[in-house]
Nanobody, 126 residues
Framework: VQLQASGGGSVQAGGSLRLSCAAT????????MAWFRQAPGKEREFVAA???????TYANSAKGRFTISKDNAKNTVYLQMNSLKPEETAVYYC?????????????????????WGQGTLVTVSS
């Protein structure tokens, strides 16, 4: 599976961006997908995930402002980010899991994912 992330860029605080992650290779619908981010000097952190069944889970910091969605026909997962904050400046990575997990919490853990995209930079200025 290859993942290609796009949609990053520069935006002012309070603005919006939509990230896309296109998957090629194996059947897209069999994987849970997620977005993680890594700010300079910090560890990679979970942002949002969507399961094969369409259930979603979010980091507390993302709830109410970010929306993850997927289009199985296009083999693409999206992350709509609204009301962005300067502290959310980071490289955003999409990830895909090679198996299903029985609980949503598993989808928040980076070690559960087997495939990673190259990352797309999001810069939020104050």
């Amino acid at each position: 599976v290859q993942l290609q992330a796009s949609g990053g860029g520069s935006v002012q605080a309070g603005g919006s961006l939509r990230l896309s992650c296109a998957a090629t290779g194996r059947t897209f619908g069999t994987y849970g997908m997620a977005w993680f981010r890594q700010a300079p000097g910090k560890e990679r952190e979970f942002v949002a995930a969507v399961t094969t069944g369409g259930a979603t889970t979010y980091a507390n910091s993302a709830k109410g402002r970010f929306t993850i969605s997927k289009d199985n026909a296009k083999n693409t997962v999206y992350l709509q980010m609204n009301s962005l904050k300067p502290e959310e400046t980071a490289v955003y990575y999409c990830a895909a899991a090679a198996r299903r997990y029985s609980n949503l919490h598993s989808y928040t853990q980076s070690q559960r994912y087997h495939y990673w995209g190259q990352g797309t930079l999001v810069t939020v200025s104050s």
